[in-house]
């Protein structure tokens, strides 16, 4: 079993920053890709940012150039720093990581969320 777990997030003012942690633990063999998604109240989940394995990345229009995804794989954790916030940006971010317990094939996991509050 793989357990994901979100940190780092809190209110802030507009204009203000915020970095996210994901720390992945439990039955790991290999994390494959890695990403942000948010929800905010009566509206859908949508992703944020994505990277992969090797370190590549993409982001939502909405967040790109204000938001970077990076990760460390020796520690197994994720990262999503966060400035430039606006209200907008309110919502509870979850991670979410494709991950291999085994060299055959992967399952895919959600965080718990954490939530994110801007204020104006």
């Known amino acids: 079993q793989v357990q994901l777990v979100e940190s780092g997030g809190g209110l802030v003012q507009a204009g203000g920053s915020l970095r996210l942690s994901c720390v992945a633990s439990?039955?790991?063999?290999?994390?494959?890709?890695m990403g942000w998604f948010r929800q905010a109240p009566g509206k859908q989940r949508e992703l944020v940012a994505w990277?992969?394995?090797?370190?590549?990345?993409n982001y939502a229009i909405s967040v790109k150039g204000r938001f970077t995804a990076s990760r460390d794989n020796a520690k197994n954790t994720a990262y999503l720093q966060m400035n430039s916030l606006e209200p907008e940006d309110t919502a509870v971010y979850y991670c979410?990581?494709?991950?291999?317990?085994?060299?055959?094939?992967?399952?895919?996991?959600w965080g718990q969320g954490t939530q994110v509050t801007v204020s104006s």
């Open positions: 979410h990581g494709d991950i291999s317990s085994s060299s055959y094939g992967s399952n895919r996991y």
């Open positions: 439990g039955s790991i063999f290999r994390i494959n890709d």
């Open positions: 990277i992969s394995s090797n370190g590549v990345t």
